[in-house]
């Protein structure tokens, strides 16, 4: 494995070019306010998450992996 395919399987949050079409077509956003969106609860707290182990968003609690 070259070190792209490594790199994109093992950081595909690094992928986010936060363009913010995931939170424009999640179905958990226009219902619940309290939820930031799959951008801020995916890429960027994964990003958060490296720096503190201990860190945990209670907005991943809605949502619903649904993928789109």
Do not use: H, W
């Not at 995916?42 to 609690?61: H, V």
């Amino acid at each position: 494995m070259d070190l792209q395919e490594r790199n994109i399987s093992e950081n595909n949050f690094e992928q986010c070019i936060k363009c913010t079409v995931c939170t424009a077509y999640c179905p958990v956003v226009p219902v619940n306010p309290a939820y930031p969106g799959p951008k801020q609860a995916g890429p960027d707290g994964e990003r958060l998450r490296l720096k503190a182990g201990s860190y945990f968003d209670e907005a991943l609690k809605y949502c619903l992996n649904c993928k789109r």
